[in-house]
């Protein structure tokens, strides 16, 4: 029903930036929110920011004040701007169709395929 597909990884130096972007199609009438996770090899997967239908954002600690969520509804498109990259920070990342509630994002079962972001020391 929802159909998300990430692009804009690619290979940068630590302290370098990239702009992600997930476009989303299908029905997002009961999911309209669109979570980043993220996942590095031998690791769970791990939320790193969302936003809601209205374009309220959350953060986890990790990545409050580098990394920048948004979308533009009209182009239904997700972006996730993420800047002052650590290698701590190389993973695949992983967008997310779920939903609000209250001021809590509840992640979906809908995903995209992942776009890689490695980052060199």
């Known amino acids: 029903q929802v159909q998300l597909v990430e692009s804009g990884g690619g290979l940068v130096q630590a302290g370098g930036s990239l702009r992600l972007s997930c476009a989303v199609s299908?029905?997002?009438?009961?999911?309209?929110?669109i979570g980043w996770y993220r996942q590095a090899p031998g690791r769970r997967r791990e939320w790193v920011a969302a936003?809601?239908?209205?374009?309220?954002?959350n953060y986890a600690d990790s990545v409050k004040g580098r990394f920048t969520i948004s979308r533009d509804n009209a182009k239904n498109t997700v972006y996730l701007q993420i800047n002052s990259l650590k290698p701590e920070d190389t993973a695949v990342y992983y967008c997310?169709?779920?939903?609000?509630?209250?001021?809590?994002?509840?992640?979906?079962?809908?995903w995209g395929q992942g776009t890689q972001v490695t980052v060199s020391s």
């Open positions: 299908g029905n997002t009438f009961s999911l309209n929110a």
């Open positions: 936003i809601s239908s209205g374009g309220g954002t």
């Open positions: 997310n169709a779920g939903r609000y509630i209250g001021s809590d994002y509840y992640g979906g079962g809908y």
